[in-house]
Nanobody, 128 residues
Framework: QGQVMESGGGSVQAGGSLKLSCTIS????????MAWFRQAQGKEREAVAG????????LLAGSVKGRFAISLDNAKITMSLYMNDLKAEDTAMYYC?????????????????????WGQGTQVTVSP
């Protein structure tokens, strides 16, 4: 099983943009489902975006559709989250997640329970 590590968080004013990156180790064929989640202070962790490495199909949470995009490089090592038109309610710790398993992943998923490997998180703060 591999590891994931986020980078790229920071502070930005509302309406601004940020890019988060996640470096994922391990055999790409063993971790086909990857995603971004976030957790605001005092709230539960929620899904942001997911990607399926075999087809590069993506899935976005309704709250970020039209503003965020998720991508995976051709080497399937770096997953990115492009965040545009950021709002104060996007302020949270953002986590990269991967499912290291030969089974159970047939497409992008935002189901938190499907992921078994998590990064330490990177903070995103959006000021009004």
């Amino acid at each position: 099983q591999g590891q994931v590590m986020e980078s790229g968080g920071g502070s930005v004013q509302a309406g601004g943009s940020l890019k988060l990156s996640c470096t994922i180790s391990g055999d790409p064929d063993s971790r086909k489902c990857m995603a971004w989640f976030r957790q605001a202070q005092g709230k539960e962790r929620e899904a942001v975006a997911g990607i399926y490495s075999t087809t590069y199909a993506t899935l976005l949470a309704g709250s970020v559709k039209g503003r965020f995009a998720i991508s995976l490089d051709n080497a399937k090592i770096t997953m990115s989250l492009y965040m545009n038109d950021l709002k104060a309610e996007d302020t949270a710790m953002y986590y990269c997640a991967a499912r290291f398993s030969p089974f159970g992943c047939n497409g992008p998923t935002l189901n938190l329970s499907q992921y078994n490997t998590w990064g330490q998180g990177t903070q995103v703060t959006v000021s009004p």
